[in-house]
């Protein structure tokens, strides 16, 4: 079975100034990695994603997450945060890029104008 | 592409009531997957369509079943409704396979409000 742990409920950060948000996780299998973001009152939209080959993976408005084997983390990074950036965030694992996708309990990130 | 479409968007019902939620999958996905997500926590698995069969299921009661179409489509039925079921459904799809870009994307989901 696997299982996803996010270390913070809650994380303020100055618009502007950088962010890590963590993410554990267990399993007994190789598994991906994903993370999502949900915005107030929408849906889920994947943000990055871990299936193989280079560890470090890049989203499109400048996140960034690196899987690291041994200490079982997929941290999620971000140099420098905009207001926009306010939300939801789960870290989530698969056996497979297709099957059921286990979440952790999420990371609100509120940016701080 | 529309991507994932979900309906009804709100829903409310009374304790012990059946509801039915809808969802069409992205173009081109043929798998379908249910989350419920309560407020304030991450979506948990209810079940998986592939096939028009349930692949996989989570801890969740018989109250909760499902059905996919020929289209791939799918339906979340719940009976005899709890005030705990309150939450957001939120449906995805993905593609079964081993190439790139089968991963699951989310629709937009249904509240369900019970009272």
């Known amino acids: 079975a696997q299982s996803v742990t996010q270390l913070d409920s809650q994380v303020p950060v100055f618009e502007e100034a950088p962010v890590e948000l963590r993410c554990n996780y267990s399993s007994s299998v190789s598994v991906y990695l994903f993370w999502y973001v949900q915005y107030p009152n929408q849906g889920l939209q994947l943000l990055l994603k871990?299936?193989?080959?280079?560890?470090l993976v890049e989203s499109i408005n400048g996140f960034e997450a690196e899987f690291n084997k041994s200490q079982t983390s997929f941290h999620l990074r971000k140099p420098s945060v905009h207001i926009s950036d306010t939300a939801e965030y789960f870290c989530a694992v698969g056996r497979t890029s297709y099957d059921k996708v286990i979440f952790g309990p999420g990371t609100s990130l509120s940016v701080i104008p | 592409d529309a991507g994932v479409t979900q309906s009804p968007t709100h829903l409310i019902k009374t304790r012990g009531q059946q509801v039915t939620l809808r969802c069409s999958p992205k173009?081109?996905?043929?798998?379908v997957s249910w989350y419920q997500q309560a407020l304030g926590q991450g979506p948990q698995f209810i079940f998986q369509?592939?096939?028009?069969?349930?692949?996989q299921r989570g801890n969740f009661p018989d109250r909760f079943s499902g059905h996919q179409f020929p289209n791939y489509s799918s339906e979340l039925n719940v009976n005899a409704l709890l005030l705990g079921d309150s939450a957001l459904y939120l449906c995805a799809s993905s593609r079964t396979g081993t190439v790139r870009g089968t991963e699951a994307f989310f629709g937009q989901g249904t509240r369900l409000t019970v009272v």
């Open positions: 369509y592939y096939e028009e069969e349930e692949r």
């Open positions: 173009s081109g996905h043929d798998t």
């Open positions: 871990y299936l193989s080959g280079s560890t």
